[in-house]
């Protein structure tokens, strides 16, 4: 049973670029929450997708938007970067009726050059 | 609005000997609490979950942790420690319907 997988494993982007990053959750999970963890600090969530639709959200500016397709898996896009943007990209994944038990992706790696 | 407090950046404890890591939380209603293991350049793996049952809650590789209300604690411990036991501990809590909020994080260093 494979679990939550997550591409690109890194990313370099410059300035001012647009960055698409893909998650795919634990079979069987129907809900995809987002976390940027920057270096040296705890994930901070960013926003969390269910039935194609954004559930809540975190205090992240709007050049961070996301989708959800059918088949449950998710995008993180992210707008206009900036140099604070470089920080670890976590996907977790959960079923909505389980309450909050999320498993957590490897994470993509995002440089902002 | 929760939060939550770990007490210690970095903890670093020899083979074999006991470990505990500190962290308490603030929460408006009762709220479910977790602790979650990072190894270097690897994912998030939960090593355990309170929610209301026992309070004491037993987790994966000989980790444990005990609620205690009255406190605002969940520290969590080990018997002995590994060598592979080194690793960024995180603890977090959740109210209901509410998404993960970490702490900081606490590295446990493990000398042999």
């Known amino acids: 049973d494979a679990g939550v997988t997550q591409s690109p494993t890194h990313l370099i982007k410059t300035r001012g670029q647009q960055v698409t990053l893909r998650c795919s959750p634990k079979?069987?999970?129907?809900?995809v929450s987002w976390y940027q963890q920057a270096l040296g600090q705890g994930p901070q969530f960013i926003f969390q997708?269910?039935?194609?639709?954004?559930?809540q959200r975190g205090n992240f500016p709007d050049r961070f938007s996301g989708h959800q397709f059918p088949n449950y898996s998710s995008e993180l896009n992210v707008n206009a970067l900036l140099l604070g943007d470089s920080a670890l990209y976590l996907c977790?994944?959960?079923?909505?009726?389980?309450?909050?038990?999320?498993?957590f992706g490897p994470g993509t790696r995002l440089t902002v050059l | 609005a929760q939060s939550v407090t770990q007490l210690d950046s970095h903890v670093s404890v020899s083979e074999g000997t006991p470990v505990l890591l500190r962290c308490n939380y603030s929460s408006s209603y009762s709220p479910s609490l977790f602790w979650y293991v990072q190894h270097p350049n690897k994912g998030l793996q939960l090593l355990l979950k309170?929610?209301?049952?026992?309070?004491l809650v037993k987790g994966i590789n000989g980790f444990e942790a005990e609620f205690k209300k009255s406190e605002t604690s969940f520290h969590l411990t080990k018997p002995s420690a590994h060598m592979s036991d080194a690793a960024e501990y995180f603890c977090?809590?959740?109210?209901?319907?509410?998404?993960?909020?970490f702490g900081k994080g606490t590295r446990l260093s493990v000398i042999a």
């Open positions: 997708y269910y039935e194609e639709e954004e559930r």
């Open positions: 079979s069987g999970h129907d809900t």
């Open positions: 977790a994944s959960s079923l909505v009726t389980a309450g909050e038990t999320q498993y």
């Open positions: 977090v809590v959740s109210d209901i319907d509410t998404p993960l909020v």
């Open positions: 309170y929610t209301s049952a026992a309070t």
